[in-house]
């Protein structure tokens, strides 16, 4: 072979790498080598380029900031959401769990049967039938809208096509795991990361030849929309489409008990590693289809289902430097810069040290030989410090009480525990350039205004290149100076320009939300949108005199208390936060907000609940109205419609002002007949 096609074929096995290296972090989020190898790599393939002129004319290193919008699959909704679970690490997170379900339940009566499950370090699929047929198949996605990826699902052969069998439902969905079992990723291990990332790769190939040469299996565990719905329990439903020709994981089990629960944790703990395929914990559900519907879900995850993980991964590396960032919520963060060290599969170089009480109660110091866990996907945290490894030289680190900025930070006093936070915060919001980046950071993320494309390292660079300095800066972007930028070819900058324009139409809770007013989460936001309805009548927040007649309507809401409207007074209270939202505002389509269940027995009706009841918690009588339509304020006044007063010690002052208003009061029997009607 002649040294130039040596040379050629060097540079595409590197070009190769490094293609790979940016799909795992900038679209799985998985990366597997650290920030300074990946940099190697990098700079080994610029040195290439200009040692041997003749490289760059194969235009191979065009698309490598970031990595591009993926279009390569039809986009297609989800018919329910697939949404996350919760996660669980020991046995009091398990308890608490519980306990929240009864308390949701008002129940404490009898144990919850509960579902076991191993769950399976793979790919989330949905398989929809029609009157048995195989008709859609569709990744997870955002939860809300996968891709089309039916002709690669079909090529997994285990998979039925058509079921066969009695009592079919004219319409089925099917939850399932696809993985590779690690003999067979043995085989092919030299091309992949790891097993999880390999059934990953070969679920996204263009061409259905391409995954069917990868093994790929998989486990079913769990329903979407089932129509018309014959199942009472979700251990009936694995029952009945194990005989129906799926396949379901044969370590499934009923639990009812703590004890059952970390008896079946710890046993399959121990198997894990006797298994051919990769677990990373059990998921428990309960079992009684009937609870998990009146349970219901949060905006993110169901309230009956969770994932108790197995023991964190551990480590131990050496602390280099601590450094300190800043969030968008100006929460001051140290980090510790460690040597790279793998944990759970993956490199780590960086360690979270939380705040500086933590610090302080560890003797966390430079030069530190430290253990680190990786606890789930979270950043590793240090554990423990070997005192005994520690140099005579080394001094206690000393955490700074201003921000990267300059400002002075401060701990504020909880309101209702009247105890000092453990977070010191910078205040100055957007006049903070380090506040100002993080928030951007939020706002393109895929909760928010998902601009598939611009991640946290594209969004670094383009701040660095005055690109984007706030948010309406998005959707100005000057294509000509990225074109010239290292990395950026034409494909990936219309697949930028797509993504960007896509995101301009957005609901007005997904907005609220995007804009990253403290304490203002996804649920929040769409208790607030609920309330505003309009961009307009929630822009009215800008204006002080209307402001304070809005927020003393607020504290009506039940879901925002006192420390949501300081929050939100204190931003609209900026003028910097004032201009920068409305600048963004010009820039989008922002629908108003359509409730997700108009109509029912309570359809446009404001209800209030004092009082515990007998046969249901608040949370679930709360539940009940939104999902018939009502709305449930926080606090008496004019615009209730009625009061529901419970059994249990309901509050007499908010009886006598609902007399006095002349609000209808109804009684806890009246209010069961209503929802019995």
């Known amino acids: 072979m002649s040294g130039k096609k040596v040379y050629i074929t060097t540079f595409k096995k590197k070009i190769k790498e490094l293609k790979r290296h940016n799909d795992l972090y900038f679209n799985k989020d998985r990366p597997i080598i650290s920030d300074g190898d990946y940099d190697r790599l990098k700079r080994e393939i610029l040195q290439l380029q200009e040692q041997h002129k003749f490289l760059k004319s194969l235009n191979l290193f065009d698309n490598f900031v970031g990595s591009p919008p993926t279009n390569k699959f039809k986009k297609i909704k989800h018919l329910r959401p697939m949404l996350s ?95 590779i079992s690690k003999g067979d990723f043995d085989k092919i291990k030299k091309d992949f990361a790891n097993p999880r990332n390999a059934a990953g790769g070969s679920l996204r190939q263009k061409d259905p030849k391409e995954t069917s040469k990868i093994p790929l299996q998989y486990f079913a565990y769990g329903f979407g929309a089932i129509e018309p719905m014959q199942f009472s329990k979700q251990s009936e439903f694995l029952s009945k489409i194990g005989k129906w020709g799926f396949l379901i994981n044969p370590l499934s089990q009923i639990v009812s008990s703590i004890d059952e629960i970390e008896k079946k944790h710890s046993e399959i703990d121990k198997k894990r590693s006797s298994l051919n395929y990769d677990i990373d914990g059990l998921v428990f559900k309960v079992n009684d289809l009937n609870l998990q519907k009146r349970l219901g879900n949060t905006s993110s995850s169901p309230r009956w289902a969770i994932a108790y993980k197995f023991s964190a991964e551990k480590a131990v590396t050496k602390i280099k430097d601590i450094i300190i960032q800043v969030g968008r919520t100006g929460a001051i963060t140290p980090v510790a810069k460690v040597e790279p060290v793998t944990v759970g599969g993956v490199v780590v170089s960086n360690a979270t040290l939380h705040n500086e009480d933590e610090i302080y109660r560890k003797d966390i110091r430079i030069g530190d030989v430290i253990q680190i866990q990786r606890a789930g996907d979270v950043i590793p945290q240090v554990l423990s410090v070997d005192i005994n490894k520690r140099n005579n030289k080394s001094k206690r680190f000393v955490f700074p009480n201003k921000c990267l900025c300059g400002a002075i930070t401060k701990k504020e006093i909880n309101k209702n525990t009247k105890k000092e936070d453990a977070v010191r915060r910078c205040t100055k919001g957007y006049e903070c350039r380090f506040i100002a980046r993080e928030k951007l950071k939020h706002i393109v993320s895929k909760e928010a205004l998902n601009i598939d494309g611009l991640g946290k390292k594209v969004v670094d660079q383009f701040w660095d290149l005055n690109l984007i300095k706030e948010p309406s800066d998005i959707f100005k972007l000057d294509y000509k100076k990225i074109k010239g930028l290292e990395g950026w070819g034409n494909l990936s900058i219309e697949n930028l320009k797509k993504a960007i324009h896509n995101s301009k139409i957005i609901s007005l809770d997904k907005f609220i939300y995007s804009i990253g007013i403290r304490h203002i989460g996804q649920e929040n936001a769409k208790i607030l949108a609920a309330f505003f309805i309009s961009i307009d009548e929630f822009s009215k927040l800008s204006d002080l005199k209307k402001r304070e007649k809005i927020l003393s309507n607020l504290i009506e809401l039940d879901g925002i208390g006192e420390t949501q409207i300081d929050s939100i007074n204190n931003f609209f209270s900026n003028g910097k936060n004032i201009k920068i939202t409305e600048n963004l505002i010009n820039q989008l389509n922002i629908s108003k907000f359509l409730s997700t269940s108009k109509s029912g027995k309570f359809s446009n009706k404001k209800i209030m609940f004092t009082g515990g009841f007998k046969n249901m918690s608040r949370s679930e009588a709360k539940s009940i109205t939104e999902n018939n339509g009502g709305k449930v304020l926080g606090s008496i006044s004019k615009k209730l419609d009625f009061l529901v007063v419970g059994n249990s010690k309901p509050t007499k002052k908010k009886i006598d002002q609902a007399n006095t208003l002349g609000i209808k009061i109804i009684t806890e029997n009246e209010w069961e007949k209503i929802l019995n009607s």
């Open 85 to 179: 679970l919760s996660n669980a690490f020991d046995k009091k997170d398990m308890i608490d769990f519980i306990k929240k379900i009864k308390n949701f339940l008002n129940t404490n009566n009898y144990n919850i049967e509960l579902f076991c499950e191993p769950k399976i370090d793979g790919i989330s699929a949905t398989l929809i039938y029609e009157k048995g047929i195989l008709t859609r198949g569709l990744s997870r996605g955002d939860g809300v809208t996968g891709e089309d990826i039916l002709e690669n699902l079909k090529t997994i052969s285990s998979i039925p096509k058509k079921i066969n069998g009695d009592n079919i439902p004219e319409l089925l969905e099917i939850r399932s795991e696809i993985f």
